[in-house]
């Protein structure tokens, strides 16, 4: 098995936003900066990354934020935006406010409408979030989609064909799945991510979405526990569910 990596103390509660490294020092200086229930003493001192390090360190009576690589579930609320350049709320306000110095940094994986609500992953992990939004990755996103008009009846098959074609793009969408749930009500798997994608397929159809939620990605569901505005830590299976494909 090979060793866990080792980084300096000073540079890995620098990276995890408790300040800079100068700040860091004074932290140790103040002995609170608890391992294994002593003080450490050397800032320089390396400390093994292990995925035990919350439960083995404290920092000022706190156990420390969990080091890269992190993926996280958040269900995210209606009327926030998912990027740091968009104006209004941020998802990133909902994590705890020392996250956003966090070097590597968080950001979504893909990105859902601000009045979208429902399942958004958020990593530092740039190979994992390549994996997921990688065309070639196919994972599908389940949506439920609240209509403004009934039904048709014949947008699944449109939506199935592989031959949409959404307004200013020029290639067609790939096949999607449409299960009428109730005369107003769909839910509907898609496997890219164009911008505003499920609202301009239904628009295409002669409808509007009037509510958008994402209950799933790949193979991992939104927990009916996880409230709006909520986050929690995936575990490793999880994010492998992420990356399946349930249907394949
Ligand atoms: N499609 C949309 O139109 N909006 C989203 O937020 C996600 C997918």
Redesign the pocket.
């Known amino acids: 098995m090979s060793r866990p990596p080792a980084v300096r103390l000073d540079r890995l509660l620098a990276n995890l936003g408790y300040g800079s490294r100068r700040e860091v020092h004074a932290l140790v200086r103040d002995r609170a900066v608890i391992l294994d229930g002593r003080p450490v003493t050397d800032a320089g001192a390396r400390i093994s990354l292990t995925p035990d390090l919350p439960g083995r360190m404290t920092v000022r009576g706190a156990p420390v934020d969990p080091p890269a690589p992190l993926v996280l579930m958040m269900h995210k609320p209606e009327g926030v935006v998912c990027s740091h350049r968009e104006p209004g709320r941020s998802v990133y306000e909902l994590l705890p406010p020392r996250w956003r110095s966090r070097m590597p940094s968080l950001s979504t994986i893909g ?3 601000r009045d ?1 609500t429902g399942l958004l992953l958020i990593t530092d992990d740039g190979d994992y979030l390549h994996r997921i939004i990688s065309p070639r990755s196919h994972a599908p996103k389940r ?1 439920i989609a609240t209509l403004l008009s009934p039904l048709r009846g014949d947008e699944g098959e449109v939506f199935a064909r592989g031959d949409l074609m959404l307004d200013g793009e020029e290639r067609p969408l790939a096949p999607a799945v449409l299960e009428a749930l109730e005369p107003l009500v769909a839910r509907l798997t898609i496997t890219e991510g164009r911008y ?5 397929m239904f628009s295409a159809v002669g409808n509007q ?1 009037v509510q ?1 939620h ?1 209950d799933r990605i790949g193979g991992l569901d939104l927990p009916h526990d996880l409230a709006p505005g909520d986050w929690k830590r995936l575990t490793p299976e999880q994010c492998a569910a992420a990356l399946m494909d349930p249907g394949a």
């Open positions: 990105r859902l409408d979208t949506y505003h994608q499920v609202r301009r979405v958008l994402r």
